[in-house]
T-cell receptor
Framework: NAGVTQTPKFQVLKTGQSMTLQCAQDMNHEYMSWYRQDPGMGLRLIHYSVGAGITDQGEVPNGYNVSRSTTEDFPLRLLSAAPSQTSVYFC??????????????FGEGSRLTVL | SQKIEQNSEALNIQEGKTATLTCNYTNYSPAYLQWYRQDPGRGPVFLLLIRENEKEKRKERLKVTFDTTLKQSLFHITASQPADSATYLCALTGGFKTIFGAGTRLFVKA
């Protein structure tokens, strides 16, 4: 089982460039989410989705867009990258949207540097 | 605002001893609390989940307690081993959102 797959693993961008971080899961999970992890600050929720066509904002949504056209995929878009978006990004999924099934499955992360 | 606090200082213990990590939270009424392990350069991996109406949960050498009055969880690793060295993250879930603490680094010395 692949679980949660993130691409790319590493990316360097220049300020103002746009890019998409890809996330795919093969577990038929309803819930998917994106976090960023910065030193000393832990994981912060960017956006989440409770099913295809349904997304909502987390703690730090500014500068990021998401969409959920299929159950499997949940891409994260940076429209105009800024140095403050330099971080490690994690995609995570959960079986149920309601939170009853609590365990989150994480990808291996995408390390983004914005110059 | 909601806040989760974990000991930011690393915890150093001797092999065979019990490691105890603390998670405190404020301004939150979670449905359940989880603990994750994270190794350098890897994504977090789920360890244990405890619900608001549970006091204690065990899994092999791991034990979690949850006190909703004190707003605190304790995470214990008994008979610790060098392979237990990692960062341990506390997470709270309420509704659709799960928020994380910054984690505590554990070093187990042989």
């Amino acid at each position: 089982n692949a679980g949660v797959t993130q691409t790319p693993k590493f990316q360097v961008l220049k300020t103002g460039q746009s890019m998409t971080l890809q996330c795919a899961q093969d577990m038929n999970h309803e819930y998917m989410s994106w976090y960023r992890q910065d030193p000393g600050m832990g994981l912060r929720l960017i956006h989440y989705s409770v099913g295809a066509g349904i997304t909502d904002q987390g703690e730090v949504p500014n500068g990021y867009n998401v969409s959920r056209s299929t159950t499997e995929d949940f891409p994260l878009r940076l429209l105009s990258a800024a140095p403050s978006q330099t971080s490690v990004y994690f995609c995570a999924s959960r079986l149920g949207a309601s939170g009853i099934d609590g365990e989150l499955f994480f990808g291996e992360g995408s390390r983004l540097t914005v110059l | 605002s909601q806040k989760i606090e974990q000991n930011s200082e690393a915890l150093n213990i001797q092999e065979g001893k019990t490691a105890t990590l603390t998670c405190n939270y404020t301004n939150y009424s979670p449905a359940y609390l989880q603990w994750y392990r994270q190794d350098p350069g890897r994504g977090p991996v789920f360890l244990l989940l405890i619900r608001e109406n549970e006091k204690e949960k065990r899994k092999e050498r791991l034990k979690v307690t949850f006190d909703t009055t004190l707003k605190q969880s304790l995470f214990h690793i008994t008979a610790s081993q060098p392979a237990d060295s990692a960062t341990y993250l506390c997470a709270l879930t309420g509704g659709f959102k799960t928020i994380f603490g910054a984690g505590t680094r554990l070093f187990v010395k042989a």
